[in-house]
């Protein structure tokens, strides 16, 4: 598999691995185990990006980015709320607010990163999907 391929899979894995954790952890925000899973998770992700994104194509720089840190920022500010005993209900509020804003990078930058990761990898193979019809699946191709 050549280098851009590589460099690609890996990106995606630690995508998918940042994002399960995250999903994981919003079902148990409660569980500090499944908090700092996530936060490793998303630092894995964020090490990869800040090293590696001179090798990525632009557009998924900016959606991988922008996702990247939303994500962060998210988390770090619901990891402090979540810290916090006994919390008064201003405190949950803003518990609520951080869980949400994380949860739609989730659900609304995710699949824009997800499908910019997969046009870049179709290319890199030569999958032309001008070929593919709409409601057709496409071929399926080895790893």
Partial sequence: MR??????????????????????????PNDLLLGKEEWDRHLDLYRFFHIKKIYLPTALCAVLGNYETRMRLSIGTLKIYMSIENARPEIVSEQVKAMREAWQALETDLPAIMAELEKEFRRLLGVELANVKPGVESPILPL
């Fill in 3 to 28: 280098s851009a391929q590589k460099l690609l899979r890996s990106c995606y894995t630690l995508l998918l691995e940042a994002a399960d954790a995250a999903k994981f952890f919003a079902a148990n």
